[in-house]
């Protein structure tokens, strides 16, 4: 497998409570990996844990290495900013920045001077709302306050958003879980499309939403990971116990 | 289903009929105090008032206005507020970015609290010692630096309390991008929390114009329009201090017409502050 994340012997704790215990897996790339698990099982926070988000929150311990492409993220020496540039996120509720629609997708760009004068910027930001499906309904308005779209949109202006900064991972933490049917069925169907181009790591808890996203899937219960591998062979044939109770529902 | 008298109906009828009365209460003072100063100071503010500086025999009743204090106070407020303004916003940004809800933080907020606390006439006294110390004199300049130290406190904690009710969802979005600190509070922070900065520069720029006692000693009283921050200044409230002070009816009305200005400028200055904080605000996510 062409790994692009290897998590290593990794711990994490809020206080002295253990959240992720020896985490250890590899993430494919370019390809869509799914966590699943039930809730509480650990599964935002080991997201969390790849672009250097745990951290954020007070309290917060961890050991452990997370390479991204052979590079540990945890070394001292590590830009931080440089990391989540490079694995962006696509958070549970979008959360448009406060400025116009035409801005946010610029913001990126702008603070990681991307792109030189105003033509490449307009370039770049059309670029960016068409991959996420967008541009068609804003084209005209770009300029409007990005808090008048719908959430639907607003979770899409989210993705074009953090494409722009031209990352190589995108991380998905619930992502359609605060939408409607049709938005999230929309947002899926991008995450497909660019599946491609990018390495995914979507968290869900929905069973059936990591049927249709994952080629590869890693189970979690309570803060350890139980199986991961392939989606059809974890899906039609899960080696643990626990694995095939989840998948028959039982938890 | 019919209404009937309950416990739990009169307790609502009391707490409403203590909030009826409440709002009286205030509303009456405000209307009496507008009334006082309408009724007293509308006759007295003539164009003159508002267009000369005091000529001689003013303060006994003869011609001239207080454009000297209209002038004074303006720059004074202004200069004041803009001066607090530089020192109390990148305070504000680092009480909530780097310090937080830290110890640090909690010391910080307390010695401000405490700061705003203090009576104007001590922060006088305070710039008037340092000034000597200076060999200053009482100047445009003593004046705004007085007024800045005064409406420091209450900017920075007015500021303090909007950009902590700031989302943490939207300090993310900007940090997931990969934002500095620095660039989430520059471009995000201020951007989301404008209309709420507006209205704390105007409550301190409030704060500013309507002390009287900070600018006694500091900034002095002079009947001529300050040409320099090295030459003394004279003030609204002052101005309205000195001509209650006289024995002449007609100065006294003065005095209402000097406070009648004061009212409408703060009036217009909210007014103003209110319509750009709309402007701005237009992006804020609610």
């Known amino acids: 497998m062409d790994a692009h994340i290897q998590v290593k012997h990794l711990d994490a704790f809020y206080d002295h409570q253990q959240a992720l215990k020896d985490i250890n897996i590899e993430i494919p790339k370019k390809q869509i990996t799914v966590i699943m698990g039930p809730s509480g099982c650990g599964k935002t926070t080991l997201l969390k844990t790849l672009n250097r988000f745990l951290e954020l929150t007070e309290g917060t311990r961890i050991s452990g290495e997370v390479l991204v492409d052979g590079q540990d993220i945890y070394e001292r020496d590590i830009d931080v900013t440089e990391v989540r540039k490079r694995v962006g996120l696509l958070a549970q509720r979008p959360s448009p920045l406060p ?11 702008n603070i990681h001077r991307m792109k030189k004068g105003k033509h490449e910027y307009k370039a770049a930001v059309q670029h960016y709302l068409e991959l996420a499906g967008l541009w068609d309904e804003v084209h005209k308005r770009l300029h409007d306050p990005a808090t008048g779209l719908s959430l639907g949109q607003q979770q899409r202006l989210c993705l074009a958003r953090g494409l722009a900064v031209e990352p190589e991972i995108i991380l998905g933490d619930e992502p359609t879980s605060a939408l409607d049917p049709i938005s999230s069925q929309n ?51 899960p080696k643990e116990a626990r694995t095939r109770a989840y998948l028959e529902g039982q938890f | 289903m019919k209404f009937r008298w309950q416990r739990r109906h009169v307790g609502e009828l009391i707490a409403r009929i203590l909030m009826y009365f409440s709002f009286v209460i205030v509303a009456g003072s405000l209307a009496l105090i507008l009334w006082t100063v309408l009724s007293k100071g509308l006759p007295a503010l003539t164009w003159d008032m508002v267009s000369q500086t005091p000529k001689g025999g003013f303060y006994l009743g003869k011609e001239g206005g207080i454009l000297n204090a209209i002038i004074g106070s303006l720059y004074m407020a202004g200069g004041g507020t803009l001066v607090a303004l530089l020192f109390s916003l990148p305070l504000a940004l680092y009480l909530e970015t780097y310090l937080g809800e830290s110890r640090w933080g909690y010391w910080v907020r307390l010695s401000l609290d405490v700061l705003w606390g203090i009576p104007s006439i001590v922060y006088g006294a305070f710039g008037f010692t340092i000034m000597l110390a200076l060999g200053m004199r009482a100047s445009l300049l003593g004046g705004i630096i007085v007024l800045s130290l005064l409406e420091l406190p209450i900017m920075t904690r007015a500021m303090d309390e909007v950009i902590r009710r700031m989302p943490r969802d939207l300090e993310q979005a900007a940090l997931a991008l990969g934002s500095t600190k620095l660039e989430v509070a520059i471009r995000v922070v201020i951007r989301q929390m404008m209309p709420g900065i507006v209205s704390a520069i105007l409550l301190a720029f409030g704060r500013g114009i309507g002390d009287a006692a900070s600018v006694l000693f500091t900034a002095g009283y002079t009947d001529r329009i300050p040409t320099s921050l090295m030459s003394p200044a004279a003030s609204l409230p002052l101005a309205v201090f000195f001509q209650l002070g006289t024995p002449f009816p007609e100065v006294q009305q003065r005095a209402y017409a000097s406070a009648l200005i004061l009212t409408i400028i703060v009036l217009v200055i909210s007014l103003g502050s209110r319509w750009i904080s709309a402007q701005v605000g237009k992006y804020s996510v609610k």
């Open chain 1, 187 to 237: 947002i899926e169907k991008r995450l497909l499309d660019l599946k491609e181009q990018y390495t995914t790591v979507i968290v869900t808890h929905t069973l059936r939403q990591a049927k249709r996203l994952a080629d590869y899937v890693i189970f979690m219960y309570l803060g350890e990971v139980v199986e991961s591998g392939p989606a059809q062979e974890v899906f039609e044939n």
């Open chain 1, 99 to 109: 400025m116009s629609i035409y801005e946010n997708v610029a913001y990126g760009m």
